[in-house]
């Protein structure tokens, strides 16, 4: 059973930084492509960052430079570092499995960038 949780969200002032974890189970975890997306109040949930189980990353316009997304095989956990973080990063933020015929989701940690 697949089964993601994510931590490290919070209240933050603009300019700061947070970083977020997910650890994974239930997966082969290597191989596995993860992701982070992000849901704000009445808009649509969007990627903000991808990576390969190589390694390979992608990013969100609206993040590059700002946000890095790395993954440490050994603890089946996938992070995204965000810095700058602008009051327009306000969401509840989501980790994601990219499944071999769906994704999976976890429950979301919510991030409040304001002063």
């Known amino acids: 059973q697949v089964h993601l949780v994510e931590s490290g969200g919070g209240l933050v002032q603009p300019g700061g930084s947070l970083r977020l974890s997910c650890a994974a189970s239930g997966i082969i975890f290597s191989i596995s492509t993860m992701g982070w997306y992000r849901q704000a109040p009445g808009k649509e949930r969007e990627l903000v960052a991808r990576?390969?189980?190589?390694?390979?990353?992608n990013y969100a316009d609206f993040v590059k430079g700002r946000f890095t997304i790395s993954r440490d095989n050994a603890k089946n956990t996938v992070y995204l570092q965000m810095n700058s973080l602008k009051s327009e990063d306000t969401a509840v933020y989501y980790c994601m499995y990219a499944g071999v015929y769906s994704n999976y989701w976890g429950q979301g940690t919510q991030v409040t960038v304001s002063s």
């Open positions: 990576i390969t189980g190589g390694g390979s990353a």
